[in-house]
């Protein structure tokens, strides 16, 4: 359409084992809800947000994967020219933790190893259930470059500051997309502007 806003877009994708909430984070962040019920992840959901960074709106696209087995082979697909990688476990299991090199090694191999990598840690609503140390995933996520984030996808404390940290960190440390973003606003903004047609009336 003639008057259609191209707008830049960030891709991201979240994984994690099975039963980590990776979908009841991506639930909370699009609605502030959580559902009572969601059923396991089939290949991949998408979700489509629009953002607003320096005054300049961008394009979020989130890959939400399945983490059982019997997609595992398909997940890679959705890795690929990911910017932002959010790798979840639960804090209450800690054999969720224990797959965290897996995921890491995976989208890094089909996302490539610049990707912006952001370990969360989910559901520190049950903390007096916890099996993993914070300082055990605070090790973890320095000896692989990562960003850590603590979130809770049931009270949806820290979710927010997960999204706009992981954006702000990715624009900040990636001047091409800074150039497209600012270009596409340039874009928008031409749009908005009454043009002079270049007629000129008879007398």
């Given at each position: 359409?003639?008057?259609?806003v191209s707008r830049a877009s960030i891709k ?100 490539g190893s610049n990707i912006l990598s952001v ?85």
């Amino acid at each position: 359409m003639e008057n259609e806003v191209s707008r830049a877009s960030i891709k991201a994708v979240i994984l994690g084992d099975s039963s980590v909430g990776k979908s009841s984070i991506i639930a909370k962040y699009d609605t502030g809800m959580m559902p009572d019920h969601i059923s396991p992840t089939v290949g991949a959901a998408y979700l489509s947000k629009i953002i607003t960074y320096d005054d300049t709106e961008i394009e979020l696209r989130i890959w939400d994967t399945a983490g059982q087995e019997t997609y595992q082979s398909l997940t890679p697909i959705y890795f690929r020219n990911s910017s932002i990688g959010f790798v979840v476990f639960d804090i209450t299991q800690r054999n969720t933790f224990e797959s965290i090199p897996k995921w890491v090694s995976q989208l890094k191999e089909h996302a490539g190893s610049n990707i912006l990598s952001v370990l969360v840690a989910n559901k520190i609503d049950l903390d007096n259930n916890r099996e993993i140390k914070q300082d055990e995933y605070m090790q973890f996520a320095n000896q692989n470059d990562m960003i850590v984030t603590e979130v809770s996808a049931k009270s949806g404390l820290g979710i927010i500051n997960m999204i706009d940290n992981a954006v702000s960190t990715f624009i900040k440390t990636n001047s091409d997309f800074r150039y497209e973003m600012y270009a596409s606003k340039r874009k928008m903004e031409q749009k908005l502007t009454p043009h002079d047609t270049g007629k000129s009336s008879c007398c």
